[in-house]
Nanobody, 115 residues
Framework: QVQLVESGGGLVQAGGSLRLSCAASGSIFRIVPMRWYRQAPGKQRELVAQVTAGGSTNYADSVKGRFTISRDNAKNTVYLQMNSLKPEDTGVYYC?????????WGQGTQVTVSS
């Protein structure tokens, strides 16, 4: 069973940066795409970024040019580097792997961007 544990969230001023990490257990990590989602208060969870097993990436339009997703298969870890943060980036950020009927999710990490 794969488990995902996020870290790196916090409070930052607008224009600042944060790097989120998601540590995964299990060797299957290396062969599945990994995703970061976020959920703002009162809003639906949305896909922020994805990295395939081969390293190809794609992003939500709202974060293109500011966020970078990457993975280190040797460490079973996926990262989300967030630069030029805006107050609208505030939310709980979740790591996701498409494993199991409902996917596998981490517990989430809070990101708060103050204006």
């Amino acid at each position: 069973q794969v488990q995902l544990v996020e870290s790196g969230g916090g409070l930052v001023q607008a224009g600042g940066s944060l790097r989120l990490s998601c540590a995964a257990s299990g060797s299957i990590f290396r062969i599945v795409p990994m995703r970061w989602y976020r959920q703002a208060p009162g809003k639906q969870r949305e896909l922020v970024a994805q990295v395939t097993a081969g390293g190809s990436t794609n992003y939500a339009d709202s974060v293109k040019g500011r966020f970078t997703i990457s993975r280190d298969n040797a460490k079973n870890t996926v990262y989300l580097q967030m630069n030029s943060l805006k107050p609208e980036d505030t939310g709980v950020y979740y790591c996701n792997a498409p494993i199991g009927a409902l996917g596998t999710w981490g517990q989430g990490t809070q990101v708060t961007v103050s204006s």
